[in-house]
């Protein structure tokens, strides 16, 4: 969680928390929680000290200890020991130092601290660089002072006052006294002091562990990178390592024996162990994103199951709802293990929910890149379709931020090796449940395997493209009833599945084993394991050297004042119909015919934040391209719910120009245009009110107007009005029709494909009834809702919701008051939904799930919204569904 919010909440107007982390202090040779902010006003920079509780999530979560300024007075170090430094994953140990005051703290491994740290550095080294430049701090004077009415006294905070005003006397009388030389020299030591500690606290081979931020590349070092990389094969050698896989979905049970089958079942310890979960807590609590008990227990499982001729060091663990990925090296390589990173994305409803989804971890081992994901897939024999979205969903939202935050983010793919383990919940067609317990029994998999769906969507290209699987030599791994190895005996009767999958890409890798372990009997699935043996590039010091070192000779002979050139595809790109939430694609494509390699970048144009409009986006926006070379770049046109308003009313436009810049060359100016197709999502509740006939239907001059009447509150026309959107009805009479006794109704996502032709219904009027799956229309309702403009309940009444969250006869009169088209809306959907939660013991649902996910949608903050308030707006909702204050 964010908890730079909490800080937020504590600052006057005018400061911003530009970033929050969560660190260790050592106070008196005690370790302590504390949680540090770097706030900015105008142009000075402070870290705040606060002490917090658990999970800082208001103001009142936080009280602050300590004031320290970011001035030529500030410094910041990492101090972490050889020892830390060989601990893969270990914390970072950082010292900070204010005049004659120092702290020492640790912050958790990970890119959060990264950034934090390179966002301090940054603050840092713009007073460095500009030492003349006067700061008086006068702004944090007042935190001073309201610790003395609170009884807190901020002593280190008035030493630093003390401090820098006497410095700053010091520093006058020495200015008037000596000559301008001397001061000069004075600053210059300062300067290179600093220079010095940030040089200390740089990333190097040798030191793992260490996080503080990287300079950018120039264009010197992006040559020597490139051709490092070219040449790879000159200074590298292949050692095989082996990699233990193992996947088990746990169906929210405890550990109840030991995993030692299954983590110790190979003759030899492996090098490497990554071993996923899923559905390890089922509860509502762990779906709604807090904390389980589950995430430890399993953790230690593992641990104590580890194969016992070896001594192993824990790398990284990283849980989103149940699915679940640990990381384990043998001691003896952990200090080859680097760029540790680990991301996650969830696949559930609206793409948001993490009950479906994934997980993952990549890291460098010696020379090699590897990424290693465990995801949990959409359920039901029927969903293959969403099994695949979800697959390429996954691929293209999961994303690591690098070491350097202006390099773009490395996508799962763009790895030496990828590892896919986890319940891929694709199943057996075809078959009745009697012939495929017959083909178990007789042991004949192949035969078996030509029905199962992941094979046939893998050998269609649909999925899992230039992945490998192993020959599948054991019986399916779902479903048994639990605490047994018989299969599913409820009412059901599943068709037995191998659910549970491990897959790979990439070269060099031989597949040793291939096993599940029936032995394990805790849950309806069983384990899963693979045995890899990868080979792994090493770097030869010696032959790396003469490399390096041949590589730089070639670059200095280079003639520098060659002027770069690129030769473009196309300079003009036209998206023609783009609609709401269809991603469209052109392929810009750069030939470098100058004499010499050459690094490009989309710039900013004047008075402008960034390089494009929102809905416009090059991959990449930056690069290098070396002599002779063609670099792709997609120029990409998505339109979400943020653009969709200006571009439905017709205020604002496809169209763009690019500035793409050469370092030392010329400016490139790229047109992008296009023409929008108005939608009714992103469109206001009034102005869908207004129209009789299909968005599509109406002139862009109509939608311009009926936008400014909806913007100014103008309700002229409000007696032709229609009561609720028809597109808002026609989706909600569906499901009144369809769907009441749907299982898992608002809860498992619809198709993609299916949402398209839903949305083009809804817009054009054809056909006349909605297309796709009852799960299809639910997620096409949610997301109409989310894209409003003005929430259900509009912005102005959110404030008074929270208020009055408690109290049902106020949250009443606040929905009575309501604008009348809202107020329908509002009751309307309030009324759908009761309708449902009479139907629970068929669709699954109950009034609190249902408020979870709908009370963020009709009641939406218009700034960011804080855990606290969620709940509120979700107790608010809530007795709306129940029509009740219990």
Not at 550 to 557: F, L, S
Not at 775 to 796: I, K, N, R
Request: one cysteine or more.
């Amino acid at each position: 969680m964010d908890q730079s919010v909490a800080i937020q909440e504590s600052l006057q107007s005018g400061e911003n928390c530009v970033i929050a982390v969560q660190c260790v202090f050592f106070v008196d040779g005690r370790a302590e929680s504390r949680l540090l902010g770097l706030v900015q006003s105008a142009k000075e920079h402070a870290i705040f000290i606060y002490n917090h509780r658990r999970m800082a999530i208001t103001a009142d979560d936080v009280s602050l200890e300590d004031v320290v300024p970011v001035s030529l007075h500030f410094a910041v170090v990492e101090v972490s020991s050889p020892e830390e430094l060989l601990i893969v994953g270990a914390d970072t140990r950082v010292r900070m130092t204010y005049v004659n005051e120092e702290w020492e703290f640790k912050l958790p491994f990970g890119s959060h601290s990264r950034l934090f740290l390179s966002k301090v550095h940054k603050a840092w080294s713009d007073v460095c660089r500009s030492p003349s430049q006067v700061l008086n701090f006068e702004w944090i004077n007042k935190y001073y002072k309201a610790s003395r009415t609170q009884g807190v006294k901020l002593t280190k905070f008035n030493q630093h006052k003390k401090t820098e005003k006497s410095a700053e006397k010091r520093g006058t009388a020495e200015k008037e006294k000596a000559p301008p030389k001397s001061t000069v020299s004075s600053t210059q030591e300062s300067r290179e002091e600093r220079d010095d500690l940030v040089r200390s606290s740089s990333h190097t081979a040798s030191n793992k562990a260490q996080i503080l931020a990287m300079p950018q590349f120039g264009l010197r070092d992006n040559l020597i990178k490139c051709e490092l990389l070219k040449n790879e094969e000159l200074y590298t050698y292949l050692e095989p390592f082996s990699f233990f896989l193992g996947t088990y979905n746990v169906n929210g049970q405890t550990p109840k024996e030991s995993l030692s089958p299954w983590l110790s079942s190979t003759l030899d310890p492996p090098d490497i162990y990554c071993v996923g979960f899923q559905e390890l807590d089922l509860s509502k609590e762990a779906f709604f994103f807090h904390d389980t008990p589950k995430e430890q227990e399993w953790t230690k499982a593992v641990s104590e199951a580890l194969h016992p001729d070896a001594k192993y060091a824990f790398v990284k663990l990283i849980r989103i709802v149940g699915i679940m990925l640990i990381f384990y090296v043998k001691k003896e390589h952990a200090e080859f293990i680097s760029d540790v990173e680990a991301e996650s994305v969830g696949t559930g409803i609206m793409g948001r929910m993490g009950n479906k989804g994934a997980v993952a971890i990549r890291f460098r081992f010696h020379n090699s890149d590897i990424c290693v994901v465990n995801s949990h897939l959409a359920a039901h024999i029927e969903e293959f379709e969403r099994r695949n979205q979800d697959f390429k969903d996954i691929c293209s939202r999961l994303q690591f931020r690098q070491l350097d935050p202006s390099i773009p983010p490395l996508t799962i793919m763009k790895h030496d090796v990828v590892l896919w383990i986890g319940d891929l919940n694709y199943r057996i067609s075809e078959l009745d449940v009697d012939k495929v317990k017959d083909l178990i029994t007789r042991k004949d998999f192949k035969s078996l395997h030509s029905y199962d769906q992941l094979k046939r969507q893998i050998d269609e290209e649909a999925v899992f493209v230039g992945f490998v699987e192993g020959v599948i030599e054991f019986q399916p791994t779902y479903k048994y009833d639990t605490g047994s190895d018989k299969w599913d005996t409820s009412e059901k009767c599943r068709v037995p599945a191998w659910c549970d999958r491990i897959l790979w890409r990439g070269k060099n890798i031989e597949q040793q084993l291939y096993q599940s372990h029936m032995d394990l009997k805790t849950s309806d699935h069983k384990p899963v394991s693979s045995l890899l043996e990868i080979g792994i590039k090493r770097v030869n010091s010696e032959a790396y050297k003469k490399t390096f070192e041949e590589i730089v000779r070639n670059i200095d002979k280079m003639e520098n004042e060659c002027i770069p050139s690129v030769t473009l595809s196309k300079r003009e790109f036209h998206f023609k119909d783009v609609k709401f939430m269809q991603h469209q694609a052109e392929t810009l494509s750069l030939f470098n015919d100058g004499q010499v390699p050459c690094q490009f970048e989309f710039i900013q144009k004047p008075n402008e934040s960034t390089y494009c409009k929102p809905w416009l986006t090059a991959n990449p926006p930056k690069g290098f391209i070396a002599q002779g070379a063609t670099v792709d770049i997609d120029l990409e046109v998505f339109v979400n719910r943020s653009t969709a308003p200006g571009l439905n009313s017709g205020k604002e436009q496809i169209e763009d120009i690019l500035v793409l810049h050469l370092e030392r060359g010329k400016d490139y100016f790229i047109s992008v245009t296009g023409n929008y197709l108005p939608s009714c999502y992103g469109t206001s509740i009034r102005s869908l009110c207004q129209l009789r006939e299909p968005i599509q239907d109406m002139p862009q001059t109509v939608l311009l107007v009926l936008a400014e009447l909806s913007e100014n509150g103008d309700a002229s026309d409000d007696e032709k009005a229609l009561d609720i959107p028809k597109e808002l009805w026609m989706m909600v009479d569906h499901l009144f029709r369809n769907a009441v006794q749907q299982e898992d109704i608002f809860q498992q996502p619809g198709l993609r494909s299916e949402f398209s032709n839903i949305r083009d219904c809804l817009d054009t009027g054809m056909p006349d009834s909605l297309p796709g799956s009852n799960h299809s229309v639910a997620e096409a309702l949610l997301l109409f809702l989310d894209a409003l403009p003005e929430p259900v309940v509009p912005f102005s009444f959110y404030q008074q919701c929270l208020e009055c969250s408690s109290n049902f006869s106020q949250c009443e009169k606040i929905i009575s008051v309501l604008p009348q088209c809202h107020k329908n809306v509002f009751n309307y959907l309030a009324a759908f939904l009761r309708e449902l939660l009479k139907n629970s013991a068929s669709n699954r649902l109950d009034a609190t799930i249902l408020a979870t996910i709908f009370a963020s949608l009709l009641l939406r903050s218009p700034t960011k919204q804080d855990l606290s308030e969620k709940r509120k707006t979700q107790e608010f909702f809530h007795h709306f569904l129940t029509l009740s204050s219990s």
